[in-house]
């Protein structure tokens, strides 16, 4: 059965093309498969009948009508009854038709039993009667025929079966007959795999398999992914990068798959002077990914040389994953070590305009005097359209803080070229750090479909970069200005002034929101949550209520949910707690908050190793500032354990 859709789609040819080989057919039918009995004195193994049932038993399956298929089968045994190849096939089909009529399964045992009377034999005959007598639960039988194919067809397959289904039925371990399956040929990488799993509890014996199978499989055409896996999760992987690394030495070449595990495997662990001693193996291999893991750790290195040599070759290459970062740190590459010519001209590989303002105002900070007025001088080579050129100028003078004159560049440029070479948010990003707010904002009211409103974006900006007085400021002036601002102005404003005075403060701001947005889930939400993260338990009830109706709006909301739940654990009513978290904010967990809200109830509900487990995801998170602070000090309280390392 297992063989069944293969065979399918190896076999099934035309009904045209089959008459076509009807010779050749008739040759290959009668080319007896692990044949046990002799020839008869007068074997119809020339019979063309038998080779016209069989071709349209073959059209039968492939036209997925299996019963007739069957009947077929039947017809060309008749014409050539020793062929062994047809039988195995009738049972297969039999095994088939068994999953809707579990007569075929007597039908099986019946038939595999008579050819085995016979002395007609193959270990797919003998598979055959093992899985109807598996799936009839007659472990006896089962094990009487697995003896028969243990002295018949001994294979490591036969063997590893014999220990599994020893295991299985007579809850016996036999190691040695693992020992026996290891000593036949190793004709399939996955055989072998399962076996050396079985050792798990034996390293010596596990690395002594793992380095056979390397260096059985490492040069043919198997899954490599099967392979590495391997060795990560019989926790060798460090066996295995030994390994690589002692064949390279050896001058034995990898195939690409082979050496991007190893690569990768040095990269999940740091060892990026491991990475760069490989360089003289991977330099000229065709794998760009490789290459590019390389590269990726001289820059971090801040070994310029090695990422100029491997970033040359293949920055013209069609399969980077991103030819900004390439382009951009072999620039940096270049400037590193003083040559500004080099370094311009890394960055004309560019032909994309955002791409280039990008790379320049990375770079153009870091250069020396020298550097910066080669790059100025020779800026009007990038780009033919001088607004371009002028829209670089005014890049180069911002990222030195020379905001004036990047203004006065700014400012000659008309907005509709910022938003044909969509190169609005950059522009923005120039008058903001030169505090031109106007201007800023008649640029970004050319954008049609942002999220959020200009001047929410403005303060944004300012709040992200530490200015949050500035950004306080403009969002008040809009509350003055705006006889209905945006919902979310009420809840930036909240958030901000909770940061840094009382809690009245942030509430006032929700509750005027709330008089004009009474329908907002997320004005509701964020009073209802304020409520209860500052502890005002004379307002839980009504936190309540307003949680309650923002579920009614948005009920697939786990924000909500989650605000909800950090209520009732306010109140003390841990259990509810919990099932609310568990139900609505468990899957795709992302958000630090949540973590931590997870991490707190566990432990007033005494389950310690959920607890631990979710405050350290709060911290690797790492996108809420407050509750990785609060994870971190129970982590230390709790647990007497420091937090993990996170990556900023």
């Excluded at 063309?48 to 069989?54: D, E, G, K």
């Excluded at 964020?526 to 993260?533: C, K, M, N, P, V």
Aim: charged content about 25%.
């Amino acid at each position: 059965m297992k063989h069944l859709n293969k065979k399918i789609g190896a076999f099934y040819k035309s009904l045209f093309m089959l008459i076509l080989i009807n010779l050749a057919a008739c040759s290959s039918i009668n080319n007896q498969k692990s044949l046990e009995i002799k020839p008869q004195a007068n074997p119809r193994i020339s019979n063309n009948f038998s080779v016209y049932y069989f071709n349209m038993a073959e059209i039968a399956l492939q036209e997925g009508n299996i019963p007739l298929a069957l009947q077929l089968y039947e017809k060309a045994d008749e014409q050539a009854p020793d062929n062994v190849f047809i039988k195995e096939m009738i049972l297969e089909i039999m095994e088939v038709l068994m999953i809707n009529n579990a007569s075929y399964a007597d039908k099986v045992i019946e038939l595999g039993n008579e050819y085995v009377q016979r002395g007609i034999i193959s270990h797919k005959i003998l598979d055959s009667l093992m899985n109807v007598y598996q799936y009839k639960e007659d472990s006896s039988k089962f094990m009487e025929i697995l003896a028969l194919q243990v002295e018949k067809y001994p294979s490591m397959r036969i063997y590893s079966l014999k220990y599994y289904y020893e295991l299985k039925y007579h809850n016996k371990s036999d190691k040695e007959l693992l020992e026996q399956a290891l000593g036949f040929e190793w004709e399939n990488v996955n055989e072998v795999i399962s076996v050396a799993f079985e050792f798990a509890d034996d390293k010596e014996k596990v690395l002594d398999i793992v380095g056979k199978i390397y260096q059985k499989w490492t040069e043919v055409n198997i899954s490599q992914k099967e392979l590495a896996e391997l060795y990560d999760n019989l926790g060798v992987e460090q066996v295995f990068s030994n390994l690589i690394l002692a064949n390279l030495q050896a001058g034995q070449h990898l195939i690409d798959e082979i050496a991007s595990y190893y690569l990768t495997n040095l990269q999940r662990n740091g060892k990026y002077e491991q990475i760069l001693q490989s360089v003289p193996y991977f330099i000229d291999s065709s794998s760009t990914y490789n290459l590019e893991l390389i590269f990726s750790a001289a820059v971090y290195l801040q070994d310029w040389e090695t990422a100029i040599n491997v970033g040359s070759k293949i920055v013209f290459r069609n399969d980077l994953l991103s030819k900004k970062y390439l382009i951009m740190n072999l620039a940096n590459a270049w400037s590193k070590l003083g040559h500004y010519e080099k370094t311009f001209s890394s960055i004309l590989m560019l032909d994309n305009l955002s791409e280039t303002a990008f790379i320049l105002n990375e770079i153009y900070p870091n250069l020396e005097v020298e550097g910066r007025n080669y790059f100025w001088n020779g800026i009007n080579e990038l780009f033919d359209d001088p607004e371009a050129t002028t829209f670089l100028q005014a890049i180069l003078k911002a990222s030195v803080e020379e905001y004036d004159s990047a203004m006065q560049y700014l400012e000659e440029i008309p907005e509709d070229f910022f938003v044909e070479t969509n190169l609005i948010f950059q522009a923005a990003r120039i008058c903001l750090e030169a505090k031109n707010i106007s201007h800023a904002q008649k640029i970004l009211e050319y954008i049609d479909d942002i999220a959020f409103s200009t001047i929410e974006f403005i303060a944004i900006h300012y709040y992200e970069n530490g200015e949050k007085e500035l950004a306080l400021t403009i969002l008040e002036k809009e509350l003055e200005d705006n006889l209905k601002p945006s919902e979310h102005i009420f809840i930036f404003c909240s958030m901000i002034v909770s940061n840094k005075e009382t809690k009245e403060s942030g509430l006032g701001y929700l509750e005027k929101g709330l008089i004009l947005y009474p329908e907002s889930s997320e004005m509701l939400n964020s009073l209802g949550y304020t409520i209860a993260d500052f502890q005002i338990s004379a307002r839980y009830d009504e936190a309540q209520i307003y949680l309650e109706k923002a579920l009614e709006i948005d009920s697939e909301n786990r924000m909500i949910w989650d605000s909800l739940a950090w209520l009732h654990f306010r109140k003390g009513n841990y259990q509810q707690a919990i099932e609310i978290l568990e139900k609505h904010c468990s899957q795709n967990l992302v958000d630090s908050a949540i973590a931590y809200h997870f991490g707190e109830v566990y432990l007033k509900l005494n389950k310690m190793d959920k607890a631990q487990e979710f405050l350290i995801r709060a911290i690797m998170l790492n996108n809420d500032e407050e509750s990785v602070i609060a994870s971190k000090k129970l982590l230390e309280k709790h647990f007497n354990q420091k937090s993990p390392e996170i990556n900023e």
